[in-house]
T-cell receptor, first 111, second 112 residues
């Protein structure tokens, strides 16, 4: 079958640039959001999360922005490095034990 | 660091075989999950467990069962494997009072 990469939107950036990955969520009642990074052949790795009572949260080189008005979530990666190349996907918590995952965006970082 | 370990990374099984996928977490988490990941479909929840011997169906439980006899271990069972169960299977765990779910490295299952 086709690889997952052929179905994913791709963001290509140069090393050192800032990257912005976007995610639209569906449920206005979702109260918690999370970003994962998944490298080829590996499981998803937690990056950063945010609750619905916040608009912005910062981590190390990453920032998540939440716009509840338009149900939009973004992940900003500062000074992108080749090691940041991976698939990034968001998830929203839409109920008890119910995380709904997006299909992801592939980030390609060239030297 | 949270450690979720899936002992089998790559398996090839024949149609009709019984398949066991094992998952162990070392952080005493109450909640454990099994997802499958397919191209274009994202992660879909098969089953979850919020305590020993407790289990709940997720979105796609058909063709699967689970077992949680000990808190640290959550097993996914395919009673009679079929080719449409070829996929990547991800185990995850979460502490009861926290939000973050942590994933294992995944088990690639091919059913021929």
């Amino acid at each position: 079958g086709e690889s997952v990469g052929l179905h994913l939107p791709t963001l290509s950036v140069q090393e050192g640039d800032n990257s912005i990955i976007n995610c639209a969520y569906s449920n206005s009642a979702s109260d918690y959001f999370i970003w994962y990074k998944q490298e080829s052949g590996k499981g998803p790795q937690f990056i950063i999360d945010i609750r619905s009572n916040m608009d912005k949260r910062q981590g190390q080189r990453v920032t998540v922005l939440l716009n509840k008005t338009v149900k939009h979530l973004s992940l900003q990666i500062a000074a992108t490095q080749p090691g940041d190349s991976a698939v990034y996907f968001c998830a929203e918590r839409a109920g008890f034990q119910k995380l709904v995952f997006g299909t992801g965006t592939r980030l390609l970082v060239s030297p | 660091d949270v450690k979720v370990t899936q002992s089998s990374r790559y398996l090839v099984k024949r149609t009709g075989e019984k398949v066991f996928l094992e998952c162990v977490q070392d952080m005493d988490h109450e909640n454990m999950f099994w997802y499958r990941q397919d191209p274009g479909l994202g992660l879909r929840l098969i089953y979850f467990s919020y305590d020993v011997k407790m289990k709940e169906k997720g979105d796609i439980p058909e063709g699967y069962s689970v077992s949680r006899e000990k808190k640290e271990r959550f097993s996914l069972i395919l009673e009679s494997a079929s080719t449409n169960q070829t996929s990547m299977y991800l185990c995850a765990s979460r502490e009861g009072t926290k939000d973050t779910i942590y994933f294992g490295e995944g088990s690639w299952l091919t059913v021929v």
